[in-house]
């Protein structure tokens, strides 16, 4: 039996769910994976039985709960060190921490006007000139970091910060979002990743439609 169990949302939308386990596939760590369709058939008591929090993703190791994305990938960056899922140097550490939690408060115009939906392309759509700075700002970031550690991923090898940016790759490619020539090859290179093919691979099987996730200007 797996030891850890990961209670997500549907693959196809839950933007936050795809953090944690895109991080355990890639890394190896194997799980019980719990799925609860969202705003559907009391979603939101089948969730609180998992989490009081009452939002997915929760990661659940024996007699330890952890929720929230960001939260559950340091859980299991420090439970698996040997996976070097944060990078050993002290600096390259605190800029991944500085650009997840700069990923996890922030581009609330990204996140509102563009939310996932891997099974569509909605070209263009929702881009307002919020959504384009979000775009922006999160480009330049990634050049930077790359160009900094030297890729292929933002702090050189895998890592949390690939996991917390792995939903905006998807946004790109879902609204046909055109990205200079490295971001663009970033996103690429993490849409190839074979757990993200997987990811999409379900979500293209499942049933659940969801009226908010497939309006052309988002949600
Ligand atoms: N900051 C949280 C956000 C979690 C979140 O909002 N999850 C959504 C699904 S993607 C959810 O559970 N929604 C359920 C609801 O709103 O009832 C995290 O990083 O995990």
Known sequence: MAQYKLVIGNKAYSSWSLRPWLLMKQAGLAFEEIRIPLYQDGHDTKIRKFTPAGRLPVLIDGAITVWDSLAICEYLAERHAGKKLWPDDAAARAHGRAI?????AGFTALRSKLSMNVRR??????????????????CTLWEDALQRYGGPFLLGSLSVADAMYAPVATRFKTYAVALPDGAQAYADRVLALPAMRDWYAAAAAETEMLPRYEQQDGA
Do not use: K, L, T
Request: net charge negative; charged share 20%.
């Open 100 to 104: 997840s939690a700069e990923m996890h």
């Open 121 to 138: 392309v909605f070209p263009r759509a929702g881009v307002n000139a919020e959504v384009a700075a979000d775009i922006a700002r999160i």
